[in-house]
């Protein structure tokens, strides 16, 4: 076993054939399939079931899937670290669901610290994502939230991925919709009264686990929806089909693609507590404490 079949096993298993695979990977269809049988045969067992339909991840490809991407992402780090041409820079990573005050809040350390030298990232990205970054050490800091519907799971995966979680603010779930839209001007809205309309969701879906979503009410039965990977393609869907997503109601003037949507109260009640997330017994670094500090700028008084 061998990083570069780690790293197979990912792509194969992110796309929707094992052709596709290979072109994202730059190496024959063939080859590849013959590297990932050798793994097989090595480990003893089958990751990936093959059909006339395609290819899927089997229950023990499942559970050996999660064990490649810690390991992939220890590796990439190690790489980063003392392999690239910017190992003489200062590092520093967060990954976040889509909140605007963790950029803010990440643009902020930058312009205190004023380092000289430096590589820094910070992904916008799945609940998943953000669990594993942080729980393999590939970001520091993570930004995440969940609802009533799903805080058990949630507070179990924190435990799982030997996570502390640090509440920062709980907010009440609003209505996303275009500024035209006929129901914009409305102090309160339900989702029933809004059942004509496409709801437009995140989509969390690696495995399309409704307990990873991001937004409230996440195990409602909407009778229309789209999912979507990208915030100005949603934007884009509620201002030309009417449609509405569901959030925490923080909109801010300063970021361009938010320009045109307005938030409405939801009448159901379903709030987002949302805070951070940091490696259990890992020390931050000076960028991550400063990172935390312009986070807590943003916490309630009620945490």
Same mark, same amino acid.
């Given at each position: 076993?061998?990083?570069?079949?780690?790293?197979?096993?990912?792509?194969?298993?992110?796309?929707?054939?094992?052709?596709?695979?290979?072109?994202?990977?730059?190496?024959?269809?063939?080859?590849?399939?013959?590297?990932?049988?050798?793994?097989?045969?090595?480990?003893?067992?089958?990751?990936?079931?093959?059909?006339?339909?395609?290819?899927?991840?089997?229950?023990?490809?499942?559970?050996?899937?999660?064990?490649?991407?810690?390991? /992939?992402?220890?590796?990439?780090?190690?790489?980063?670290?003392?392999?690239?041409?910017?190992?003489?820079?200062?590092?520093?990573?967060?990954?976040?669901?889509?909140?605007?005050?963790?950029?803010?809040?990440?643009?902020?350390?930058?312009?205190k610290l004023k380092p000289e030298k430096y /590589?820094?990232?910070?992904?916008?990205?799945?609940?998943?994502?953000?669990?594993?970054?942080?729980?393999?050490?590939?970001?520091?800091?993570?930004?995440? !939230?969940?609802?009533?519907?799903?805080?058990?799971?949630?507070?179990?995966?924190?435990?799982?991925?030997?996570?502390?979680?640090?509440?920062?603010?709980?907010?009440?779930?609003?209505?996303?919709?275009?500024?035209?839209?006929?129901?914009?001007?409305?102090?309160?809205? !339900?989702?029933?009264?809004?059942?004509?309309?496409?709801? /437009?969701?995140?989509?969390?879906?690696?495995?399309?686990?409704?307990?990873?979503?991001?937004?409230?009410?996440?195990?409602?039965?909407?009778?229309?929806?789209?999912?979507?990977?990208?915030?100005?393609?949603?934007?884009?869907?509620?201002?030309?089909?009417?449609?509405?997503?569901?959030?925490?109601?923080?909109?801010?003037?300063?970021?361009?693609?938010?320009?045109?949507? /307005? !938030?409405?109260?939801?009448?159901?009640?379903?709030?987002?507590?949302?805070?951070?997330?940091?490696?259990?017994?890992?020390?931050? !670094?000076?960028?991550?404490e400063a990172y935390i500090e312009e986070l807590?700028?943003?916490?309630?008084?009620?945490?």
């Amino acid at each position: 076993m061998n990083i570069n079949q780690l790293k197979y096993v990912l792509e194969i298993a992110e796309s929707s054939s094992m052709r596709e695979a290979s072109a994202k990977l730059y190496i024959s269809q063939p080859a590849l399939s013959a590297s990932i049988r050798e793994l097989e045969d090595e480990l003893g067992l089958i990751i990936f079931e093959r059909t006339n339909k395609g290819i899927s991840l089997t229950d023990a490809g499942r559970e050996f899937l999660v064990y490649a991407k810690k390991a /992939v992402g220890q590796y990439e780090i190690l790489e980063d670290r003392y392999l690239s041409n910017d190992s003489d820079k200062d590092s520093f990573s967060v990954s976040a669901q889509h909140y605007n005050f963790a950029v803010r809040a990440f643009t902020e350390m930058i312009k205190k610290l004023k380092p000289e030298k430096y /590589v820094f990232s910070i992904h916008e990205t799945k609940t998943k994502e953000v669990l594993d970054d942080v729980g393999s050490l590939k970001s520091e800091v993570g930004i995440i !939230s969940f609802s009533g519907s799903n805080e058990a799971v949630i507070r179990k995966l924190f435990r799982d991925n030997q996570l502390i979680f640090t509440p920062l603010m709980r907010k009440e779930t609003y209505i996303y919709v275009w500024k035209d839209h006929e129901l914009a001007g409305r102090k309160e809205i !339900s989702v029933e009264e809004m059942r004509d309309y496409p709801c /437009v969701a995140f989509d969390q879906s690696d495995d399309g686990y409704f307990y990873l979503s991001e937004e409230a009410m996440a195990d409602h039965p909407f009778d229309k929806m789209i999912k979507t990977d990208d915030r100005a393609t949603s934007i884009e869907l509620m201002a030309n089909l009417g449609g509405y997503s569901v959030g925490s109601g923080m909109l801010s003037d300063e970021n361009a693609v938010l320009q045109g949507v /307005v !938030s409405v109260k939801m009448k159901e009640e379903d709030p987002l507590t949302i805070g951070y997330i940091t490696r259990k017994g890992r020390a931050l !670094s000076r960028y991550g404490e400063a990172y935390i500090e312009e986070l807590l700028k943003y916490k309630e008084a009620s945490y």
